[in-house]
């Protein structure tokens, strides 16, 4: 028993996808990290290493979401169960794709699958919240709750936490592109107003609930329609330079919609094909060269699995 | 041709429906307007007779909502055709039941059936919106596009104009109490504030999403969870004497959800089946009663159908 050992990969997230700020977000196939948890002898959760985050993550687990996560989820269990933990970061940190969010998740889902599976995703939903509360200041769920579920994930209520996949009729693919700079989470929080007018709330309400109809009816021309929003993205924007630039070549290359992933800086478009969003990836890294800005791209489908044993 | 004539239902609807402040509505089939029009000789527009209205409603069809809509449907039209309309309001003025719209709809629905129908139900609906404007201040569609479509509808968006009905799994009744005291539209809008916070927003989008998934995925109990509003009821219930309690009565009797229909003084209260819409409409009387206010009941499945001809 006390070498058992489990390697996963754990999903990046896009939260918010355009209309739903804190309700929505879906998981991606790549990028992802991957974690190795080992059941040791002691009573200790160590985090042992930590490698793609030139030196900038913690080790202490009180510290580290992904540490802070599984000594939540142990106390629930009232389990001395040791652990060591092996991060490899897979993904930009400080990117808008749940950096934090899938080493919590990665973790759970990870000690979970060793100790025999006590708890289902959903129920290890709060204890990745507390790694969030720990990483950025608010225990958000738009990152760990498609992380841990996988799929497109609509955050109904926060209190008490209701968390709904929702049924996707349609295949659907992303393209990422992160460019070079670095958003803080709590600062892109900041700098958004604490009131919203009621017609901002009407529009944004409106293509929130168009587009939940848009996926379950498996509806590409309302997707398309719906994924605005006029909230975030209108002042978050502003820190991303040439944003405008490069969701207009995405959306001109064919996207369903182009919006800020997470709190940026990272963007996603959404496609009906893979072939669709690597020609959209294409238009949006040069668009981004051309500020002089350089940038990393992702192509995946969406992810309906969440995080899975890698060995 | 010249005496054609045609006698129509038009439905009365729930707007807002709790968390869908302007973008959400839905038709009943009790109550509702009946219209008589008859095709005349001559090129003028002409409201020969209203009942029900106590006298409350102007002849002018530049001032009647169901004159208004005509005249801006014929214009579109290019058409020189003149009519008599006859009115009976069969529901309240100034419940929260979309008695304006119902005479809107109504009359263009039945001019358009006389005229060979030159458009569809939804191409109908500027047309009803203008008689919106006339009878409160702002073409609102939340009233006129579950009238004219029948069913559960999403208006998506205003500008520009999208209107979806929501495909419903489940057959749903609804309670009607309508109070005997009167609040204009005009009343409603007015007290509400011009801005929310970003909390009231996230947890309104969250109940409003959750409510489309429930409606599209025939899910009782997600429903019942989402039919809350935390933006105009806390304000207009106050407008209301005893709202909470008709609400609790309601609830407890065993609705979904009971809210503000529309800007009120209505509640609707939806449930599953017809016995129950009538056990919680008892529920309600007697509360509204113990306040010492008269009220009127009424029972009706959900409306799929919009207008119909009745001969």
Redesign the interface.
Known sequence: MTNKSIKIFAPATVANVAC?????GFALDNPGDELSVTLNNSSNVKITKISGDSGRLPLDPQKNTAGVSVLKFLEHLKSKQGLDIELHKKMPLGSGLGSSAASSVGSLFAVNALLGHPLSPLELLPFAMEGERVACGTAHADNVAPGLLGGFV?????SPL?V?Q??CALNLYCTILHPDIEIRTETARKI???????Q??????????????GL??GDAD?IH??LQDV?AEPIRSTLIPGFQGIKEAALHAGALGCSISGSGPSLFALSLTNTDAEKIGEAMSRTCQENNLNSHLYISKMNFEGPRVLS
């Open positions: 739903g700020f804190d309700i929505f609509l955050i109904r209520s926060y209701d709904i929702v049924p958004l107003k604490p009131n919203i007018t009621m901002q709330h009407v529009v944004q309400t409106g293509n929130a609930t168009g587009l939940i109809l379950t009816q309302l329609k719906c909230i």
